[in-house]
Nanobody, 116 residues
């Protein structure tokens, strides 16, 4: 059974940085397209960054230039480097496979709070 576990969130001030990590069991993340999703309080979950098996990358426009998605194949993980964080980035962050069937259950996510 595939399990995804997110970590690395925290409370930071605007302009600061965090790196989120998505680790997995039951799947080699390097073989699938992965995405990071953001769920702001009271809002739906939205894709903010994705990376394909061929390492083609896309970002939601609001995070472009500030967030970087990458793979850590040695640790079977996908990372999300978040720089210059803004209050609007506050929320829970989840990772998920994009093209793996059956889709795994969502993990618990990791909370990011950006506040002065």
């Amino acid at each position: 059974q595939v399990q995804l576990v997110e970590s690395g969130g925290g409370l930071v001030q605007p302009g600061e940085s965090l790196t989120l990590s998505c680790s997995a069991s039951g799947i080699r993340l390097s073989t699938v397209t992965m995405g990071w999703f953001h769920q702001a309080p009271g809002k739906q979950r939205n894709l903010v960054a994705g990376i394909t098996e061929l390492n083609n990358i896309n970002y939601k426009s609001s995070v472009k230039g500030r967030f970087t998605i990458s793979r850590d194949d040695a640790n079977n993980a996908v990372l999300l480097q978040m720089n210059n964080l803004e209050p609007e980035d506050t929320g829970r962050y989840y990772c998920m496979t994009i093209n793996y069937d059956p889709r795994p259950n969502w993990g618990q996510g990791t909370q990011v709070t950006v506040s002065s």
